[in-house]
């Protein structure tokens, strides 16, 4: 009983027992083989799943991508503050069935530097595009949309250097070079920035006081107490030395040059340029400095306009146009020679328009009274000196004019004469007054007038100053201001970094 139970208990597998143990192996490869199977199933749907997701950010990034450069140049191509954008969007197309993708952007403004700009110094849309408050700092943030699905979402800060203010109009505009230098002046009512243009290099050596903004088509050099409460947009090389300075910004556009600054000179505001930018303590720069040989607007180069004797153009401004007169004997007995013209204006009942081929001289101590607005065409110029004067016979404002013409009503191609104003001469206020000639105007020694200066060419020194004021209307005369450029603000990359895969 005993080795019964053991043999039950220890059963043998014999010979007929073969078929179930391959059954039981046929089983457990099946087993084996089906669990492989689903393993590589699984890891196949799981690498299809990944390559589309992968698509998807890609494409989320590029369309992200896309909305940055669209905003870049948004900023870079405005022409003023109100151009601006505040917010951007686009799409994108060309995914499988035509799916589209596409990007949604917004830009916030800062008056701070900073990386990022401190969020309390953000500054409104309607302020930025208003230009009540001048931005020196942008952070884009563009969402994309990738065209499968997917979403990317990318920040960048960037600086701006706003180029010129919007001028209120030519203080001065001279088709060639500028020189200032000792005690000269221009100024501006309600401190505002007036245009000084130049079609040529600039030259600021000593005591200048310009409120105004300098556009010229060639260098600018700034020495001594040379001071520009506007801007400096220039196509050549600033230079700028001893105690020089720049109150708003300055831009440099030619290829290869840029801004060198020694001593104590200064630019308060924002420096871009396309050349190197280099600054000698304890010279400075108090706002944004770049440099970017691609994206430097260079200023417009507009030549000297054309102005002719346009008789019908004055008559429709209510002056009367009188004939021409070329008695030019001071002393004569004619009472229709010019002189005798000049002092008949004093008593003038109505505007009027004279026009003479004789250089007018005022010299040692002669007032001209004016009663009303008076446009004098001499093809022979003016030489005003010692104490000569045209003043306000009666108090009251009144714009003298002093033209003389171009050989071309569209441009000048040639030069008669000029305007020389010197020692002690003016045209003082209330008496507003446009100087214009193809010529030179030559102003010095303590020589005033309130108006504007058209010239080709200008010559000022010597405690020269000129209070800014627009003629206008001049019959015949189209001048165009340079304004803002196109591409009024340069874009620095501060940093740039994406928030969301």
Do not use: K
């Not at 003023?80 to 954008?85: E, K, Q, Y």
């Not at 302020?127 to 990317?152: D, F, K």
């Not at 200032?180 to 290099?201: H, I, K, L, M």
């Not at 001594?224 to 947009?233: I, L, Q, Y």
């Amino acid at each position: 009983m005993r080795g019964a139970r053991h043999a039950a208990r220890r059963p043998r597998i014999g010979a007929g027992d073969e078929g179930g143990f391959v059954l039981v192996m046929v089983v457990l490869l099946s087993v084996v083989l089906m669990t492989l199977a689903m393993t590589a199933f699984a890891v196949t749907g799981f690498n299809i799943d990944g390559a589309s997701q992968t698509v998807q950010e890609v494409q989320a990034a590029a369309s992200a991508e896309a909305g940055m450069s669209s905003a870049y140049h948004a900023i870079a191509s405005a022409p003023d503050a109100a151009s601006l954008p505040c917010s951007l969007s686009g799409s994108l197309s060309g995914g499988p069935g035509g799916a589209a993708g596409g990007y949604s952007a917004v830009v916030d403004y800062f008056s701070a530097g900073g990386n990022p700009p401190p969020g309390d110094s953000g500054i409104s849309c309607a302020a930025v595009q208003s230009g009540s408050v001048v931005p020196i700092e942008a952070e884009i943030t563009v969402r994309g949309e990738g065209m499968l699905g997917g979403r990317s979402t990318t920040q960048s800060a960037v600086s701006l250097v706003s180029v010129v203010e919007e001028a209120s109009g030519y203080a001065i505009f001279s088709a060639s070079g500028l020189s200032f230098s000792n005690g000269v002046s221009v100024s501006a009512p309600g401190n505002e920035s007036a245009t000084v243009y130049a079609g040529g290099d600039t030259s600021c050596p000593n005591s200048v006081d310009l409120m105004a903004n300098i556009v010229t088509t060639g260098s600018v050099s700034m020495s001594n107490a040379c001071t520009v409460s506007g801007g400096v947009w220039s196509s050549g090389q600033l230079t700028m030395a001893n105690t020089a300075q720049i109150d708003g910004n300055a831009v440099v556009a030619g290829a290869g040059d840029g801004i060198t600054m020694t001593n104590d000179s200064s630019i308060e505001g924002d420096a871009l340029a396309a050349g190197p930018v280099q600054v000698s303590a304890p010279a400075t720069i108090s706002g944004t400095e770049s440099e970017d040989s691609g994206n430097v607007p260079e200023p417009p180069s507009i030549p000297l306009p054309g102005l002719q004797l346009d008789s019908a153009g004055w008559q429709a401004v209510g002056y009367v146009v009188e004939p021409p007169d070329d008695d030019c004997n001071p002393a004569s007995s004619d009472p229709y020679g010019i002189y005798a013209e000049l002092d008949a204006l004093a008593s003038a009942t109505t505007r009027e328009v004279l026009q003479t081929t004789c250089s007018i001289d005022l010299y040692g101590n002669q007032v001209v009274g004016v009663a009303h607005s008076v446009a004098i065409f001499s093809s022979g110029g003016f030489s005003f000196s010692n104490n000569s004067q045209i003043t306000s016979a009666d108090g009251a404002s009144h714009t003298v004019d002093l033209i003389v013409p171009s050989s071309t009503s569209s441009g000048s191609s040639g030069c008669s004469a000029g305007i020389d104003l010197s020692n002690h001469t003016a045209l003082p206020s209330p008496i507003v007054s446009l100087l214009y000639t193809p010529c030179t105007v030559s102003m010095a020694n303590n020589t005033s007038i309130t108006g504007q200066v058209i010239a080709g060419s200008i010559d000022l020194a010597n405690s020269f100053s000129l209070d800014y004021a627009p003629v206008g209307p001049v019959p015949g005369l189209l001048l165009t201001n340079p304004g803002s450029p196109s591409g009024s603000y340069g874009v620095t990359v501060v940093s740039r970094y994406i928030l969301t895969g």
